[in-house]
């Protein structure tokens, strides 16, 4: 199934008419007692879920517009955010405020997920079991766990506080005060416990892009490791990532040929927002659109990522003998060259366009961006229908190696560190590193980390975990680029504010203290 249904479209049929106008069922809502009639109004409701994903604000993207997860590379010191309006530039040099919009679009979007997602645990709950059986119902209560879980962990990591609404509300109930961060935690650890225990290893072909039992794993991973959490016997980072790694999920051979849509089914491939361009699908995305004069173009690699990369060597290009600044690409990391263009390469295939090293960093972004028309003579920066990556296998592999590191195992770390380094050829930490210690082993997994997971919007989580965000800031500020200013304003810089349109309609509702 490429398309998750985007419009939940339900279609009354008539058949009689009441004399009494007041008893006569609502022609333009879904009322409770006309839906959750069958299997299918279940996977429907679902599908109206999964279909917030797919939203510019969240995991489609823009191309020239408010800008979503895809890009959040921009929040730190991997990306500038040339049109700086889109949101990600206007957080790094500090003129955003909580009227903007892009910031209250996602708000807006994930609480939207929130919503549906509860009215689906709510129902699936209380439907008979002649209707949908148990184990089908099992497995919808599974997905809609994961979802509501992934849609709270973005609200914790770039909100920190905010409601914590678990069931669905009426008018009078609307206005609600914030909860921690600590408790809505709480909340996304409970969910990803029955969502894990509830999802499958796999489902049919006709049903790819719903969440399984490794798509749960390694979103729990992923929120146990932001908030540190290693050794719990059961939920922590290592058990977890052990269980996840016990699935038999495979590397892609070819790194570069991974974020592709001939690749977006690779077995690598955890757990995916799928898209699908075309007439009555609404579902199209624009995250790796592209203009016909530069690569991307509102997104552009910043100067010290495109240095960042090691030579094949696994030494920095300061070090390396083998660099060569006439042609940054050549004798590069592979996933330099497959992830970003230095200039001379062909981006645009049809017309034939060649990089000029044009543009404020004289950068730009390859990975997930399109290469010239699809199959149906569709323009690069029209929809696409590449789907985007939320977890792959390389990302909990990390996630393991980083939770190894922090707790001293120091081979243990290593061990996987070579493998993600051996699937593009680069030499093992042996090789070039040789004997480390707990700190640096450390060091070389964020490493890893940032140049594996480069353009996937997973940045500014890792910053934040570190606590390193105002060294990023400071990179960004040496970069030659401009006219960009990133400003550093400690709390203002890592979280965003509440919308002022929720703090306007809500009496309830308090503004983060570091926007206060």
């Known amino acids: 199934m490429k398309k998750i249904i985007s419009i939940l479209t339900i279609v009354l049929i008539f058949t009689s008419c009441s004399n009494d106008f007041l008893e006569q069922s609502s022609r333009t809502q879904i009322a409770e007692n006309n839906f959750w009639k069958s299997e299918s109004d279940a996977f429907l409701a679902l599908n109206g879920v999964y279909s ?34 889109e949101g990600l530039g206007i957080f790094m040099e500090g003129t955003i405020d909580p009227a903007n919009g892009p910031t209250e679009a996602i708000w807006n979007d994930l609480y939207r ?8 645990i709510k129902n699936v709950e209380l439907i008979s079991e002649d209707l949908v059986d148990a184990e089908t119902k099992q497995e919808l209560l599974g997905q809609a766990y994961f979802l509501r879980a992934l849609f709270y962990f973005n609200l914790a990591v770039y909100w920190e506080d905010a409601p914590l609404i678990t069931e669905p509300q009426i008018l009078e109930e609307a206005f609600v005060a914030k909860n921690t961060y600590a408790e809505i935690t709480e909340q996304i650890k409970e969910d990803l416990k029955l969502a894990v225990d509830f999802l499958p290893v796999s489902h049919p072909d006709n049903l790819y892009g719903y969440a399984t039992k490794g798509a749960a794993l390694g979103l729990f991973a992923r929120v146990q490791l932001y908030n540190k959490q290693y050794n719990d016997p059961q939920y922590g980072v290592l058990a977890l990532t052990e269980q996840a790694l016990g699935l038999g999920y495979p590397l892609h051979p070819n790194y570069g040929e991974l974020f592709t849509p001939a690749n977006e089914t690779s077995p690598e491939v955890v757990f995916s927002v799928r898209f699908l361009r075309g007439l009555g699908t609404s579902s199209g995305e624009t995250f790796s659109g592209t203009f016909v004069g530069f690569p991307k173009g509102d997104v552009r690699p ?24 006439s042609n940054k690409g050549a004798n590069r990391d592979p996933r330099a060259t497959a992830s970003i263009y230095y200039g001379g390469e062909v981006y645009l295939t049809e017309p034939l366009r060649t990089f000029q090293s044009n543009g404020p960093t004289k950068l730009g972004q390859k990975k997930y961006i399109r290469t010239g028309p699809d199959a149906e003579g569709n323009a690069p920066f029209s929809d696409g229908s590449q789907d985007f990556y939320v977890i ?3 990302d909990i592999v990390l996630m393991r190696a980083e939770a190894l590191a922090e707790t001293g195992n120091i081979s243990g770390a290593t061990a996987l560190i070579n493998q993600i380094r051996d699937r593009v050829g680069m030499p093992s930490v042996e090789d070039v590193e040789g004997a480390v210690n707990q700190q640096e082993m450390i060091e070389i997994v964020r490493h890893e980390r940032r140049v594996e997971l480069a353009f996937e919007g997973l940045r500014f989580m890792d910053l934040k975990r570190w606590g390193t965000i105002e060294d990023a800031f400071n990179r960004a500020i ?30 309830n509702l308090v503004q983060h203290p570091d926007w206060q």
Do not use: H
């Open 302 to 325: 910043m100067p010290n990522m495109g240095d960042a990369y090691y030579c094949i060597d696994g030494l920095p290009i300061t070090e390396s003998p083998l660099y060569n600044p």
């Open 52 to 85: 917030v994903l797919q939203s510019r604000s969240i995991y489609g993207g823009n191309l020239n517009g408010w800008q979503g997860f895809p890009c959040f590379d921009g929040l730190g010191d991997n990306s500038f955010n040339n049109f700086k309006w």
């Open 392 to 394: 792959r296998y390389a």
């Open 113 to 120: 997920g929130i919503a549906r997602v509860n009215a689906v």
């Open 478 to 507: 040496s970069d030659p680029v401009g006219p960009y200013n990133p400003v550093y304003r400690q709390g203002k810089s890592e979280v965003f504010p509440i919308p002022q349109s929720e703090l306007d309609v809500n009496p």
